[in-house]
């Protein structure tokens, strides 16, 4: 037998360990899942150390002399005080670089991406420039996002008008956790059954049975 088949069979048994939680807990999911968290975890450190640590820090500095890259890798070190106890403030320096420098760099990225594009998005085409179906949705989004705006304004009593227009706003974001609720069971179902072919399917042909 082949090293594929005997990956294949491995992978098999452990899927089935980790079904095995459907009819109670037991050693065999236990051992599946410490093994699933202990070999990513492994992977994505060592992933994350090479790509940081070797492409963006070592190779450019050691290897093509980017000496401006020194002062990252100091801070970068610095997390590391974040070990001990006595020595705990002095990553304190690193981090408070690092959530300001981030900061600056995404609240003009966010401001572009997630409100104005979104405003534009929401403002509905002119008409002729778009078909009558492009318009319709493009209104209905508007009245959604302005009734579910208005919902979350709390500083009126939601009475009248206001109060009609937020319930409005509830059924819309009910529609809106609903349709994320059953995107989210569609891929976790559409996983089962990948795993059920696997087990039925790919793995009989791939040996022989």
């Known amino acids: 037998m082949s090293w594929d088949g005997i990956g294949m069979i491995l992978a098999a ?45 070592a190779v450019p500095v050691f290897g093509q ?19 001990g106890r006595k020595v705990q403030w002095v990553s304190r320096y690193a981090i408070a670089f690092y959530v300001a420098a981030w900061s600056g760099y995404l609240i003009p990225s966010v ?22 179906i492009a318009i319709l949705g493009s209104l209905l989004i508007l009245v959604g996002v ?12 939601h009475k009248g008008a206001v109060g009609k227009i937020s319930q409005v706003g509830i059924t819309f974001l009910m529609v809106g956790f609903g349709a994320s609720f059953g995107y989210t069971v569609m891929g976790r179902v559409s996983l089962l059954i990948g795993r059920f072919q696997f087990l039925f399917q790919d793995l009989p042909q791939a040996l022989g049975w």
């Open 65 to 83: 002399g980017d000496l401006w890259l020194l002062p990252g890798g100091v801070l970068g070190l610095l997390m590391l005080f974040r070990l």
């Open 111 to 132: 401001i572009k991406e997630r409100i104005q594009a979104q405003i534009v998005g929401t403002l509905p085409p002119s008409p002729g420039s778009a078909p009558w």
């Open 13 to 57: 048994i452990l899927t089935i360990a980790i079904f095995s939680l459907l009819y109670r807990d037991n050693p065999f999911y236990r051992f599946a899942e410490h093994l699933l968290v202990g070999v990513s975890a492994g992977y994505y450190v060592v992933h994350y150390f090479y790509s940081s640590v070797i492409r963006k820090f």
């Open 146 to 157: 302005v009734s579910i705006l208005i919902y979350f304004y709390f500083s009126v009593e």
